[in-house]
């Protein structure tokens, strides 16, 4: 059966997260009811991470398998259209060999949290940040922040039903930066590593705005990833700033497109 690789975007906020659920609205419970419109029977697509309730995506990334030959973009078109009016779009579509697959091919993820630092209520952003309604500062999250660069047990910062078979990660990279916002200032949270423990991104995000607020110092950071204990971390942050921003593969199949 011919194989295709999707680029997908979505907005997380009408769906009980990535994965199939009974009675629930997902995002793979959508594609796949697309898919079904196309060739009319039971369709399973694989994604490169499953995305909890309310988070959001720039470029996951799924496989299908169809019964026939399709033109990508043809296919891609057809998606999209049997897709409305739910926020979710294919931004590319392209065929690849049998033995790809979009999680176990990927060699690392990426992710950005958004956080708004202001006052007034988020308007044009409401849903699409996680906003807190005092200052932070930057320098003190970025010293935090270092603590938990490289490989570590990462214990602390898993949530409690985590299925992954151990805790020990790489973490690549987490670069924080900030701009300007209409009323105050947005912070961007970059996270990259070959894979993420469930709520890892969420748990570290809740933990630097402590210290960004003076509630933790900078080496309270260092001291809650030695614990390896949950009652460590500082609160897990709301989903609705999360983006899983790209997936990188080997033979990426998007490449130069």
């Not at 994604?47 to 309730?53: E, I, K, L, P, Y």
């Not at 990334?61 to 979710?88: I, Q, S, T, Y």
């Not at 906003?131 to 602390?156: P, S």
Request: hydrophobic fraction near 40%.
């Amino acid at each position: 059966m011919p194989r295709y690789a999707m680029k997908i975007e979505y907005n997380g906020a009408p769906f009980a997260g990535w994965q199939r659920q009974d009675g629930l609205p997902t995002v793979q419970g959508a594609i796949e009811a697309a898919l079904a419109k196309l060739e009319p029977r039971a369709h399973t697509i694989a994604a490169a991470g499953r995305t909890d309730s309310g988070v959001h995506a720039y470029a996951q990334v799924a496989h299908c398998d169809m019964a026939r030959d399709w033109a990508p973009e043809r296919l891609m078109g057809a998606l999209n259209f049997h897709l409305k009016p739910l926020p979710v779009a294919i931004l590319d579509l392209q065929p690849v060999h049998e033995d790809w697959h979009a999680r176990f091919s990927a060699h690392e993820r990426r992710y950005i949290f958004r956080l708004l630092s202001r006052r007034a209520p988020a308007t044009h952003e409401a849903g699409l940040v996680w906003q807190v309604g005092h200052d932070l500062d930057i320098d003190a999250m970025r010293a935090g922040a270092a603590h938990l660069i490289g490989r570590h047990d990462f214990t602390t910062f898993r949530a409690s039903q985590c299925q992954a078979d151990s805790p020990v990660k790489t973490l690549d990279e987490l670069r924080i930066e900030q701009a300007p916002a209409n009323g105050g200032r947005e912070i961007r949270f970059y996270l990259r590593a070959r894979s993420f423990l469930h709520n890892q991104v969420r748990s570290f995000v809740g933990t630097l705005e402590r210290v960004g607020a003076g509630a933790m110092a900078p080496e309270a950071v260092k001291a809650a990833l030695e614990a390896c204990d949950r009652a460590a971390c500082g609160p897990v942050c709301p989903p609705q700033g999360l983006y899983l921003a790209g997936v990188g593969y080997e033979d990426d199949p998007f490449e130069a497109r």
